[in-house]
């Protein structure tokens, strides 16, 4: 029986297994923050490595100091010894200086020449189809500042920017896209295309910005009445839409036409909250027809003022903005 029953058994042949999918090919997104990724990697070794150097230089000269009072021999190797620390803190310091501005002018090349173009002078080759046009970096123009008129901005004013962005623009912000040691290489290296223009003597420290009072119906209104008589209407609008009179006639520092920004839009391209509405009243837009008023508006009316800014700001929903010019060709 059990012969019989082992004559019926069929072995089934072997399968051969079925080769392995390929893996897809990496996208240009993927890659490009691989290769941001790299160089954030490259920047910090490099920042360790002159870390260590300069310690292991220091602990050199401590080092001999320590027994620089054994005899009058020693207080000269200790000499010698500091002056080779300082020499080595140096090179190390100029070493790192060159790998991040490395990684700067990379990522720079990767990330904003399309716009900017390769050598920041905003003439890439998708800058013909944006619209406000994309910023000559050579100029050092940089708007969005916490210094004063005409001063350089701040690494950190440069850094916000690259973070947040410009909202109302073709300009993203790269928090989320790229890792915080290549922006801050590519901080560095912006504000090396425009240093040329500035005397690195002179350097202004930023505004301060106080903590804004509370908004109240009184406040805004005596902001209000500040924003009549500093004559904003002008070139804003009664209402802030960017419909004054002298609207249609101004011109950036490049002799091209200005769309006013219609400040009833829940954003700013300075930044969001007040304090941003108060850094742009005291230090301006360099570059375009907005000057400082520092020193124009009275200590008393610079929170009020940027409170009724504030103010002005309507919530109306993706439909309404999309509706919104529509609305300004109806008569």
Not at 49 to 74: E, V, Y
Not at 155 to 184: F, K, Q, Y
Not at 249 to 254: E, F, I
Not at 260 to 276: I, T
Request: glycine share 10%; proline share 11%.
């Amino acid at each position: 029986m059990h012969a019989f029953l082992a004559a019926l058994v069929v072995v089934a042949p072997a399968v051969p297994a079925a080769p392995a999918a390929p893996a897809p090919p990496a996208s240009p997104e993927a890659e490009e923050q691989a290769a941001a990724a790299a160089a954030a990697a490259r920047v910090e070794e490099a920042a360790a490595k002159a870390a260590a150097a300069a310690k292991a230089a220091g602990d050199a000269a401590s080092g001999a100091a320590a027994g620089a009072a054994a005899s009058s021999s020693a207080a000269s190797a200790a000499s010698q010894s500091s002056a080779l620390a300082g020499e080595a803190a140096e090179a190390a310091a100029a070493a790192l200086a060159t790998v991040r501005g490395a990684a700067g002018a990379e990522a720079f090349r990767v990330h904003c020449a399309p716009c900017h173009g390769r050598a920041g002078k905003g003439d890439g080759p998708a800058a013909r189809w944006l619209d406000p046009p994309a910023r000559d970096l050579t100029a050092g123009e940089l708007r969005w500042r916490s210094t004063p008129s005409g001063a350089p901005a701040t690494e950190a004013d440069v850094l916000r920017t690259i973070d947040e962005g410009v909202p109302g623009t073709s300009m993203p912000g790269w928090r989320r896209r790229l890792p915080a040691a290549v922006r801050e290489a590519l901080a560095r290296y912006v504000l090396e295309l425009g240093a040329a223009n500035f005397d690195p003597d002179d350097v202004e420290p930023p505004i301060a910005v106080p903590d804004p009072p509370a908004s109240t119906p009184a406040l805004v209104a005596q902001g209000g009445r500040a924003y009549a008589a500093l004559g904003c209407a002008a070139c804003h609008g009664p209402t802030g839409r960017g419909d004054g009179a002298s609207a249609p006639t101004l011109k950036d520092s490049r002799g091209r036409p200005v769309a006013m920004p219609d400040l009833s839009r829940p954003y700013a391209r300075a930044g969001d909250g007040p304090q941003a509405v108060y850094r742009t009243l005291m230090t301006g837009l360099d570059g375009s027809p907005m000057p400082e008023f520092g020193q124009a508006i009275k200590p008393g009316d610079r929170w009020p003022l940027a409170l009724y800014l504030m103010s002005l700001r309507v919530e109306r929903g993706p439909m309404g903005w999309l509706l919104d010019p529509l609305e300004e060709q109806i008569p």
